[in-house]
Nanobody
Framework: QVQLVESGGGLVQAGGSLRLSCAAS????????MGWFRQAPGKEREFVAA????????NYADSVRGRFTISRDNAKNTVYLQMNSLKPEDTAVYYC??????????????????WGQGTQVTVSS
């Protein structure tokens, strides 16, 4: 059974930074693309960023490109999301997820088979 545990969320002022971490269980972490999604109150869950198995390829939503950076450390079974220049509209619960092998679009929620419990990020104006 795969478990994903996010941490690093919190309250920050606009313009500030946070670094989210997602620790994964299992010995096959390095075989899978990982992604970050977020869900704001009253809104649908949306794609934020994704990273390939070896970190060689990354993808970002237009709303966060240039401000957020996704990375991974396969030796530690951990994926990170560095969030800079945060805006109030970044307020949401952030989820990490593991993408199923060879299935679905990178930005598609249904392409991800395992999800963490989420961590709250609140950006005050």
């Amino acid at each position: 059974q795969v478990q994903l545990v996010e941490s690093g969320g919190g309250l920050v002022q606009a313009g500030g930074s946070l670094r989210l971490s997602c620790a994964a269980s299992g010995r096959t972490f390095s075989s899978y693309r990982m992604g970050w999604f977020r869900q704001a109150p009253g809104k649908e869950r949306e794609f934020v960023a994704a990273i390939s198995w070896n970190g060689g390829s990354t993808n970002y939503a237009d709303s966060v490109r240039g401000r957020f950076t996704i990375s991974r450390d396969n030796a530690k079974n951990t994926v990170y999301l560095q969030m800079n220049s945060l805006k109030p509209e970044d307020t949401a619960v952030y989820y990490c997820a593991r993408k199923a092998l060879g299935q679905g679009e990178i930005i598609a929620i249904k392409a991800y088979e395992y999800w963490g419990q989420g961590t709250q990020v609140t950006v005050s104006s």
